[in-house]
């Protein structure tokens, strides 16, 4: 079974053996029993054939694929698959296939998630993440819109310096941390960054220090790139900038993104 949100593009790809190039193949696609969406394609000379279609209201799909009688070849219809388009919702404390699912696709899409199949506060918070990517109202439960979103694979963080190589990006305006490599966001974090009275600093600079563990501030795996600024996991991460100049990251977060800095590696910070 495979699982569409509304609106989205559904690709149903397949061969014809023998192949005879320019009959045409039919695709039903059939809701409660009836006929809610034919299509016809021409078999190309390699026998392949391509339906491309957008799915509407949420409900059981059964597509199938059939060929009538003609001079040149004899009708057939291929086995039947089945989707499903869906308006699904997920927060914490929900479990299963809608959760997996998210999970996956925000994965795919560079956000920093467990792939459990349960919704905990690691998956809020790449949620969130995702959210305030895509300059939504912030929080940590996955809506509709998120689904369809995350389904259609868009709403990924669009780095600024796609050309820097292995780096950092802070971004200011969406409160987000962005790990990245071969001009693509590997990872993206929620994250605080400095109150008004004691702002986070702009501009380029690279990491010159990291220490493990928890120092006496609570400030859990710091890596330092100016001064006593750094990227550090800490208790309280919320959705405004909160910090004496740090840029906060949730706990849990804190070691993975240690481990994957190098000291000499830029960080990029801006508005």
């Not at 391509?50 to 060929?67: C, I, M, P, Q, Y």
């Not at 869906?86 to 296939?97: K, L, S």
């Not at 868009?154 to 071969?182: C, I, M, T």
Request: proline share 6%.
């Amino acid at each position: 079974m495979r699982y569409y949100a509304p609106r989205q593009l559904v690709v149903l790809r397949g061969r014809v053996t023998p192949a005879v190039p320019g009959e045409l193949v039919t695709l039903n696609a059939i809701r409660d029993g009836k006929v809610s969406k034919r299509v016809r394609r021409e078999v190309g000379r390699d026998g392949r054939f391509e339906f491309r279609f957008t799915v509407d209201k949420s409900g059981l799909l059964r597509l199938v694929v059939n060929h009538a009688l003609s001079d040149k070849q004899a009708a057939f219809r291929a086995r039947p698959q089945r989707i499903k388009v869906v308006r699904w919702t997920a927060g914490v404390g929900a479990r299963g296939v809608r959760v997996l699912l998210l999970q996956r696709g925000l994965l795919r899409l560079g956000f920093a998630t467990p792939v459990t199949g349960r919704f905990d506060g690691l998956t809020a918070n790449a949620v969130n993440a995702f959210r305030k990517t895509s300059r939504m109202r912030v929080g940590g439960y996955a809506s509709p819109a998120v689904y369809a979103m995350v389904f259609r694979r868009n709403g990924a963080f669009k780095l600024r310096y796609p050309r820097a190589g292995k780096h950092v990006e802070f971004d200011w305006s969406r409160q987000v941390l962005v790990l990245a490599r071969r001009g693509r966001p590997y990872r993206v974090y929620h994250t605080s960054s400095g109150a008004p009275a004691t702002p986070t600093v702009f501009g380029t600079f690279r990491f010159y220090r990291q220490t493990p563990g928890t120092n006496a501030l609570g400030m859990v795996h710091s890596s330092y790139f100016i001064r006593g600024y750094a990227i550090h996991g800490y208790a309280s991460v919320p959705n405004y900038p909160a910090s004496h100049g740090c840029l906060r990251v949730p706990i849990p977060n804190a070691a993975s993104i240690f481990r994957w800095i190098d000291i000499g590696d830029p960080i990029y910070s801006y508005r």
